[in-house]
């Protein structure tokens, strides 16, 4: 083949070839030019884009330069054609990148230094990446506008005005709870992010799960908890038994914030209330129960396992099989639960079974 021949793709394979940065790229069929710059190794700066949301395009910092098209486009809209020339760095794209940054810094209020988000927001990293000073959009700032900080949620924190109207909570909200907790309210400058009749979160439909807080860019959502962990351990999330798998965040010897594992099969990344918020709350509860208790004079007193577990078999021997029932739990697994209904009709030969989950 020549050198500058043009790239044969199979239609089978469904590829195709486009060109960004001067680097040959081949991507399937329907990617964006998002995904095939991320997929070449190519940095393009983005605040609204989530790969776990459709595409939305509202931010306007991902935009690129394309051969023969007008303007510049958002990339992560933007679908990715065989022989495509795209240039994600060039003058025109950084000076666009620049202004449509100084503009959403301009109507975004807050001290970095005090923010719960500091040193891990998207907003401040892609301003240092970009260049932005504090003089380059403070001559654009208007008379602030006064929000009131939303703090009713014992889960998190609304500061909307840190809000860049990113709209990446509402669309988790729709798109992956189902929810429709929140969406945008209101026009032009009033335009915010707002419950059904702007009430309180504690007021409201919202679950409380945090997918909205997970994703926010900013410190407009932001953990009641949000120190930062020194290291994670992976693990099955207790509350039921789906399986979700999580990271722990652990602070010494404390856990303080749990997230979704993006690879767990079940959950794919995602978490209801009780595995995002539900584990701190019990483990670390001081009426936890840690061993076996037998009452013994009417007082309950810590026991060893063995000793429990001989007591309990030993009572289970003095009554009738039809007198004895089962309860199984949902925090514990389905194989366990199996087992449980299991050894109630085969080995005591009851009937008598029944699971916390019916409630």
């Not at 719960?116 to 932005?132: D, F, M, T």
């Not at 409201?204 to 351990?233: D, I, N, Y």
């Not at 999330?237 to 690879?263: F, M, W």
């Not at 079974?353 to 019916?358: G, K, L, P, V």
Request: hydrophobic share 35%; net charge positive.
């Amino acid at each position: 083949m020549a050198e500058n021949a043009p790239a044969i793709n199979d239609k089978k394979t469904g590829l195709i070839t486009i060109t960004i940065d001067g680097k040959k790229v081949e991507v399937k069929k329907g990617s964006t030019v998002l995904e095939a710059a991320r997929q070449a190794g190519i940095y393009i700066p983005t605040l609204c884009y989530d790969e776990d949301l459709k595409p939305y395009g509202g931010c306007c910092i991902c935009v690129v330069e394309i051969d023969g098209m007008r303007g510049l486009p958002t990339s992560c809209t933007t679908p990715a054609t065989d022989g495509m020339i795209v240039h994600t760095d060039s003058s025109l794209v950084n000076i666009s990148r620049r202004m449509t940054m100084q503009l959403i810094m301009a109507n975004h209020e807050g001290d970095c230094l005090t923010c719960a988000k500091n040193q891990n927001c998207e907003l401040q990293k892609l301003a240092a990446y970009l260049g932005i000073e504090e003089a380059d959009f403070k001559r654009m700032r208007p008379r602030t506008r006064k929000l009131p900080v939303d703090a009713s949620s014992p889960a998190y924190t609304r500061d909307m005005a840190k809000c860049i109207l990113c709209g990446k909570c509402w669309r988790a909200c729709h798109e992956i709870t189902g929810t429709d907790a929140i969406d945008i309210a209101y026009r032009g400058d009033a335009a915010t992010v707002a419950t059904m009749g702007n009430l309180p979160v504690l007021f409201s439909t919202c679950a409380e799960c945090g997918e909205c807080v997970s994703r926010c860019p900013t410190g407009a959502l932001t953990f009641k908890e949000h120190r930062q962990v020194t290291r994670e351990v992976k693990t099955t999330c207790p509350h039921c038994a789906v399986g979700c798998q999580t990271y722990l965040g652990i602070r010494g010897e404390n856990i303080i914030s749990v997230r979704g594992d993006k690879e767990g099969p079940s959950n794919e990344g995602h978490l209801c209330v009780k595995g995002r918020f539900g584990v701190v709350d019990f483990v670390h509860h001081k009426d936890r129960l840690k061993k076996p208790l037998i009452k013994r004079n009417g007082k309950f007193e810590e026991a060893s396992w063995d000793e429990a577990l001989d007591l309990v078999a030993s009572k289970l021997k003095s009554y009738k099989p039809s007198e004895i029932g089962l309860v199984s739990s949902a925090r514990s697994t389905n194989e366990a639960n199996y087992l449980m209904q299991k050894f109630g009709r085969a080995v005591i030969g009851t009937n008598n079974i029944d699971h916390c989950a019916r409630l």
